[in-house]
């Protein structure tokens, strides 16, 4: 009869359509992925880099903060010409940019082996501010934007109709004449 080794655990997992079946948990392994997840994990002094992961979230970090430049630069791309949505597209772009550019520094400075600023808890951080600002877009979206643009158009539509009150013919005028 076979015996498990040391440090395994047995679990008989039932399903609906079919006799059990016997599912093996190594311990050691869960204790693994829960001490990489751990706070003393993402502080402790860093090694040199042998993973990969740390390119992919470069790679991610740079493409966030170009695109963010550009929208930054240029929302008229995607806003045509909504001045309340142009107005959204810089303020978190403008955040993407920030935080793309930190993390691109932030995974060079990991690649540097910098004691202090290439400790795991940073790069963690600056990830988890991307998803809180892409949560708060969300949050916006679904909350708030419908209600701002109703406002945002009624606004346009009374500045666009309103009566403007007229200078008097001897005011000076904001811009000089071109001779």
């Not at 693994?32 to 997840?37: Q, Y």
């Not at 810089?90 to 082996?113: E, K, P, S």
């Given at each position: 009869?076979?015996?498990a080794?040391?440090?395994?655990?047995h679990?008989?997992?039932?399903?609906s359509?079919?006799?059990?079946?016997?599912?093996?948990?190594?311990?050691?392994?869960?204790?693994?992925?829960l001490?990489?997840?751990?706070?003393g994990?993402?502080?402790e002094?860093p090694?040199?880099?042998i993973?990969?992961v740390?390119l992919?979230?470069?790679?991610i970090?740079?493409?966030?903060?170009?695109?963010?430049?550009?929208?930054?630069?240029?929302?008229?791309?995607?806003?045509?010409e909504?001045?309340l949505?142009?107005?959204?597209?810089?303020?978190?772009?403008?955040?993407y940019?920030?935080?793309?550019?930190i993390?691109?520094?932030?995974?060079?400075?990991?690649?540097?082996t910098?004691?202090?600023?290439?400790?795991?808890?940073?790069?963690?951080l600056?990830v988890?501010a991307?998803?809180?600002?892409?949560?708060?877009?969300?949050?916006?979206?679904?909350?708030?934007?419908?209600?701002?643009?109703e406002?945002?158009?009624?606004?346009?539509?009374?500045?666009?109709?309103m009566p403007?009150?007229?200078?008097?013919?001897g005011a000076?005028?904001?811009t000089p004449?071109?001779?």
């Amino acid at each position: 009869m076979w015996t498990a080794p040391a440090g395994t655990v047995h679990m008989a997992v039932a399903v609906s359509f079919g006799p059990p079946i016997a599912v093996e948990v190594d311990v050691d392994t869960l204790l693994d992925i829960l001490g990489r997840i751990s706070p003393g994990h993402l502080i402790e002094e860093p090694r040199p880099v042998i993973s990969g992961v740390y390119l992919i979230l470069a790679a991610i970090f740079v493409v966030v903060a170009v695109v963010a430049g550009i929208l930054y630069l240029r929302p008229n791309l995607i806003t045509r010409e909504n001045r309340l949505l142009r107005r959204i597209v810089r303020v978190y772009t403008a955040w993407y940019f920030w935080l793309g550019f930190i993390g691109v520094g932030l995974i060079g400075l990991r690649y540097l082996t910098i004691p202090l600023f290439s400790k795991r808890i940073w790069t963690v951080l600056d990830v988890l501010a991307l998803l809180a600002v892409t949560g708060h877009i969300v949050y916006y979206y679904k909350r708030t934007y419908q209600d701002d643009l109703e406002d945002f158009l009624e606004a346009e539509r009374r500045r666009r109709f309103m009566p403007q009150p007229r200078r008097p013919v001897g005011a000076r005028r904001r811009t000089p004449r071109k001779r």
